[in-house]
């Protein structure tokens, strides 16, 4: 039964069932943890966390969805700190798949930092997870903090853009000092938000394109089962279905078809992008998009 989203936080501690075993043998190990929402996520294993920036690119923001939705269907949690941006990404796409998902707050789990209809969701049908006690507010000093929690938590950590000082790569330290494999997705060379990818990779990360090699890593796939996802090219549907059929016959540039569809410019970028990845569309000079295999 799901429990109610306004219902009082419960505490556990070290010697509780729910405690989840890995953060006692972590640095600075919590000595409670306050739960709002689903506390049977706790239990599901493996888990996975996705991070990035708060800022994501197109491309980045495609790529939290991709790996999160593929993570969901495989019965990975999803762990990350519902920041706006890759976190929320994440987060959102695993509820609308219909998977497991816990954020691990910087404040406490009945004041949510960012506060609405995500945080909301979340503790109706994911989880809320906080070592600050209820009432407490979000301070810069607590972020940093439950980065140590989201890693001590997860069996592998995916980076999906940051910055060269970023807090995801507070997290990927944390991870790795940990125990706990790193994963980081590399992104165009010019653009600031992949220095903090590429700078994982040359500290030792793993670079990864596919969700498929982070579930062979974690015994969930086969390598044959990773080949096979790297060619499989799933059919459009929604608003990239849309996309797609708009550009029959056209050449267009993202503002054009958002006002043909009638949708946000930023959602049809984004959808272009996962098209564009998936091997439908192509980039033309002058940021012009048109139909691949035509």
Same mark, same amino acid.
């Given at each position: 039964?799901?429990?109610?989203?306004?219902?009082?936080?419960?505490?556990?501690? $070290?010697?509780?069932?729910?405690?989840?075993?890995?953060?006692?043998?972590?640095?600075? &190990?919590?000595?409670?943890?306050?739960?709002?929402?689903?506390?049977?996520?706790? &239990?599901?294993?493996?888990?996975?966390?996705?991070?990035?920036?708060?800022?994501?690119?197109?491309?980045?923001?495609? @790529?939290?969805? $991709?790996? &999160? /939705?593929?993570?969901?269907?495989?019965?990975?949690?999803?762990?990350s700190?519902?920041? $706006?941006?890759?976190?929320a990404?994440?987060?959102?796409s695993?509820? *609308?798949a219909?998977?497991?998902?816990?954020?691990?707050?910087?404040?406490?789990?009945?004041?949510?930092?960012?506060?609405?209809?995500?945080?909301? !969701?979340?503790?109706?049908?994911?989880?809320?997870?906080?070592?600050? @006690?209820?009432?407490?507010?979000p /301070?810069?000093?607590?972020?940093? $903090?439950? %980065?140590r929690?989201?890693?001590?938590?997860? !069996?592998?950590?995916?980076? #999906?853009e940051?910055?060269?000082?970023?807090?995801?790569? #507070?997290?990927?330290?944390?991870?790795?000092? @940990?125990?706990?494999?790193?994963?980081?997705?590399?992104?165009?060379?010019?653009?600031?938000?992949?220095?903090?990818?590429?700078?994982? #990779?040359?500290?030792?990360?793993?670079?990864v *394109?596919?969700?498929?090699?982070?579930?062979?890593?974690?015994?969930?796939?086969?390598?044959?089962? %990773?080949?096979?996802? !790297?060619?499989?090219?799933? @059919?459009?549907?929604?608003? &990239?279905?849309? #996309?797609?059929?708009?550009?029959?016959?056209?050449?267009?540039?993202?503002? *054009?078809?958002?006002?043909?569809?009638?949708?946000?410019?930023?959602?049809?970028?984004?959808?272009?992008?996962?098209?564009?990845?998936?091997?439908?569309?192509?980039?033309?000079?002058?940021?012009?998009?048109?139909?691949? %295999?035509?």
């Open positions: 039964m799901t429990p109610d989203k306004h219902s009082f936080p419960l505490r556990i501690d $070290r010697a509780s069932p729910r405690w989840p075993a890995e953060l006692s043998s972590i640095a600075d &190990a919590p000595e409670f943890l306050w739960l709002r929402g689903r506390a049977d996520l706790l &239990a599901l294993e493996p888990r996975v966390a996705i991070v990035g920036t708060r800022a994501p690119t197109p491309y980045g923001q495609a @790529q939290a969805v $991709r790996f &999160a /939705r593929s993570f969901a269907a495989h019965g990975v949690c999803v762990v700190g519902m920041a $706006r941006g890759i976190d990404a994440a987060h959102e695993v509820l *609308e219909g998977g497991a998902t816990l954020a691990v707050l910087g404040s406490g789990v009945d004041v949510p930092w960012p506060p609405g209809p995500l945080a909301e !969701r979340m503790a109706e049908h994911g989880l809320l997870l906080a070592e600050f @006690q209820p009432g407490t507010g /301070r810069k000093h607590h972020f940093p $903090r439950r %980065n929690l989201i890693s001590g938590l997860s !069996r592998a950590i995916v980076v #999906i940051a910055a060269a000082a970023s807090g995801s790569l #507070i997290t990927a330290h944390w991870a790795a000092d @940990q125990g706990c494999e790193v994963f980081a997705l590399p992104g165009r060379v010019d653009h600031p938000m992949a220095r903090g990818c590429h700078r994982l #990779i040359r500290e030792g990360a793993l670079l *394109e596919e969700p498929e090699e982070v579930l062979e890593v974690l015994g969930i796939l086969g390598p044959e089962a %990773n080949a096979a996802g !790297r060619t499989k090219t799933a @059919q459009p549907t929604g608003l &990239a279905l849309r #996309i797609w059929e708009a550009l029959l016959g056209e050449t267009l540039a993202p503002d *054009e078809l958002a006002e043909r569809l009638g949708g946000e410019a930023g959602g049809v970028l984004t959808a272009l992008v996962e098209l564009e990845l998936a091997g439908f569309v192509a980039r033309c000079p002058g940021g012009l998009y048109r139909r691949l %295999n035509e």
